[in-house]
Structure formats: C-alpha cells, structure tokens
DNA sequence: AACATCTGCAACCGTTCGTTTGGAGTTCGG
DNA sequence: CCGAACTCCAAACGAACGGTTGCAGATGTT
C-alpha cells in the first residue's frame, strides 16, 4: 500500500485535538493520542518534535479557524446576536474548540499562531464596527472579547452553572440566552458609546469608565478571604 | 515542639490551591505540593486520601467563597456595574479563584460543595432581583451566570486576548471595561424582559427568545471546519 | 537493479510520579 | 510511667509516562 505521511500527520493532528481537549497538555497521553489516530506514537516525535510542540501544532491547527467563516453581517444589535449565534453553533459542534481555547490560556504563557489569528480577530471587530458605527475601535475590540467570553463561558463552565441554575440547560435554552445577551451587550454598549461621545470626552484607546457613578476606587475595605 | 495538625493541614490546602491554580489537576505534583507547604507529601494520603480527593478538598476550600462577602447593593444597572468590580477585584487580588474555577470545569465531571455553593449564588441572584425588579427569577440566575463569565474570562483569558487587542492591557482599563460591559447588559436584559413581558408572552423560566429577529436556525450551511 | 532514504512499528529505556512503608519522636489517658 | 494512638518524615516501590532505538518494508533516483 502506497504511503500517505500528510494523512497520518492529519489523523495525529485530529486525535491530538481529541485528547488535548479532553485531558489538557499535562493529562494527555501520548500513547492515547498514537492509539486514537491508530498510528504508532513514535510518529508524533518524527512530524512534531516533542510533546509541547506536537501541543502548539495541535492548538494552531485548531484555534487558527475558531472565527474563520464566521461573520458580522447586518447592522445592529440582531447583527451582533447573529454572530454569536454562529459562534455558539461552532462550539457545539466542535465542542474540542472552547476546551482547547481554555486550556491554551491555562497552560500555555504565550497565544499559538498570533500571526494567522490576530487579522481574523481584526476582521470580526471591522465588522462590529460596521454593524455599530457608534463604536470607536478599542470598544469594538473589548466588545468582541466579551463575546467570546460568553460564548465560551456557556459553552463549557458547565460545573460553574449547575451551582448558579439549578438543574441542567436545554442548549436551546442557553443559546436563546447568549444571544440575548449579546445583543443586550450591543444595545448597552452604543449607548454607552453614545453618551462618552456627546459628553465631549476626547476619544482615546481606552473607553473612558462610564458616566453613571464615579469611577470605583478598589474597595479598600475587602475582606481577605482565608 | 507542640503539634498543630489543622495548621498542617491548612499549610497543605493553601499550597495546594497555589500549585493546581497554577498547573491545574493533571499537571500539579503531590511532590512540589508538599515542599511549597513545607511539609511530607505523606500528610496529603493521610490527611485527604489520594490526589484526586485532595483536589475536591482544595477547590470546596477555595471556591465556596467565591462570591462570599460580594453584594449587590443598590438598584438599577449601577448596582450589577458595583458587584462585577468587586468580583474583578477578588479576582485580581486571588488570582487562583478564576484558574481554580476553569480547571474544575475542565477536569472535574461535576461541581465541587454545590451544596454549599448554591445557596450563595442564589443569595446573589435575590439581589440581582430587587436591583433590577423587571427580571424574573431564570433571567436573573443566567445573568449572574453572564456576569461570572465575563469577570473570570477577562481575567484568566490573557492568551485569548493577544490575539483579539493588540498590545497587552492595563488592569483599570480592563475594569472599567468589563463594568460598563456589565452594566451595559444589565440595562439591556432590562429592556428585553419589559418588552417580553409587555408582549404578554407567559413568563416562563426559560425566557423567549427576543423579539428582534425570528429565532435562529442551526445556520444548515456551515461549511465543517476540518 | 542497486543504493540511499523514508515510513511505520514493536520493544525498550531512564525518569518521574503517585502512593506506601517503617520507624523515630510526641501526646495523652490511666 | 507505661503503652496505645498519633504526627511527621525519609526512603522505597511499582506503575506509567515521555522519548528513543533498531529493524523491516516501501519509495525514488540513477
């Protein structure tokens, strides 16, 4: 039988995502991950180097496209609920996509593959600030993060929600939620945006905190939990 | 010298937090967990059983006072603005409670001391009620749910983050972000369960989906991703 | 066809990890 | 003051892990 060294690399790379998902960098085994893919784990070594490089292949191949195909179209805040409506349906259907995301923050110092995921980013914040003009760039930028922030929150801090709600979600349930909530967020932010700009607040990167109270000092007086 | 088992084990639960806050379960060894506490490594097997036990002791030690001592005072979207900030600042000041939270989602099958947990979120949602009295009970359980998100994933997604903003970013500007965000879904939240509740749809605990749009399909044509 | 080169695999190696054990010191009731 | 029960530790143990090696078969080039 002829050799294809491209598809074993994909079948590792497949069976590398499956297990990192599952266990993290540190839980994973090397040997599971060869048995998944039904390749020999010598193979990992030869293609990828070492396990935290077989690690960072792992995460590019699969971070890298975590937005990609997923847009911002229309205006509004519907737009903006679109959009993580999309970005939910991903994460369901590729539930290894919000564990990975999770697990490289955790366990990693620095982002994998920042070169190819940085322009798609930008390209969801353009479309932010098309669908709300309001906005200026940073707030764009930090609305975006949120948003995958929530997307990613109810997607997998599931243990976090069976102590907050009580029994378990529907997942129509918790997507109808997300999407509300997202377009809340929208919604709140152009105003918000709004008014920093009429109040004549020179625009800067950093959203001046908002009008409603005074700026929150660090609440010296904190208990120092245990 | 007399003995003091409690502060052994105190010593123990606190360096255990340290070292699986920073490692997570899988990656944390009883080893280092003992010399951080200055103590054998043998008192953990006595003491709490194996390493997965000690795991359980260490995550119902540190995250059932999570939100302990937090309050939503006050009413309007000001008082879920004031609660995410202490949130944020317990979470700067305690950098192992958001990691904790995220690994026990990660590697944990099921929630750490619900029992105790529970009634505490549930505190904080009668509160999220009386400051915002247009929500109805699920509303406000997935808000706080919302709220928890956005604080832990603006606080431990770093990676995400460089990918997303450019340059990294100062702490009060990621504060006052996250505090408009906040409040920004709580006005929002605010408006769509009036304008649900004004539609004279039943309220029921899943709330509906909003008015903007129709409901979303699964979105048939995603092109599967790998 | 001969040669070097590459793929794939089973077995192996040294280390590290979680867990246990044996024993020396300490406390406390009677 | 005796002895049972407990605390603490150093050392050891067996399993599991990440990584390597040696070899048999396949490929491509000349």
Chains 1, 2 share one sequence.
């Not at 890298?64 to 369901?92: K, M, N, S």
């Amino acid at each position: 039988m002829a050799w294809d060294t491209d598809a074993t690399q994909r079948k590792l790379l497949l069976a590398g995502a499956r297990q990192f998902a599952a266990a993290g960098f540190a839980g994973a085994r090397i040997e599971a991950i060869g048995a998944d893919a039904g390749v020999n784990k010598e193979r990992i070594y030869r293609y990828f180097g070492d396990k935290r490089a077989f690690f960072a292949a792992v995460l590019g191949h699969e971070l890298a496209g975590l937005l990609d195909g997923l847009d911002v179209t229309g205006t509004g805040a519907e737009a903006i609920g679109d959009f993580v409506a999309q970005l939910l349906d991903r994460c369901e259907r590729h539930p290894e996509l919000p564990r990975l995301l999770l697990w490289e923050s955790l366990e990693l110092d620095a982002a994998v593959a920042i070169e190819q995921r940085r322009p798609v980013c930008a390209h969801k914040v353009d479309g932010i600030l098309t669908a709300l003009p309001a906005l200026d760039r940073g707030r764009a930028e930090h609305l975006l993060f949120s948003l995958i922030a929530l997307a990613v929150g109810w997607c997998e801090l599931g243990n976090l929600g069976s102590a907050v709600v009580g029994g378990t979600m529907e997942w129509e349930t918790r997507r109808a939620t997300v999407v509300a909530h997202a377009r809340a967020l929208a919604t709140g932010m152009t105003e918000e945006a709004e008014a920093s700009e009429a109040s004549g607040s020179p625009r800067s990167a950093a959203p001046a905190p908002p009008a409603g109270t005074a700026t929150h000092p660090p609440l010296a007086a904190e208990e120092s939990r245990s």
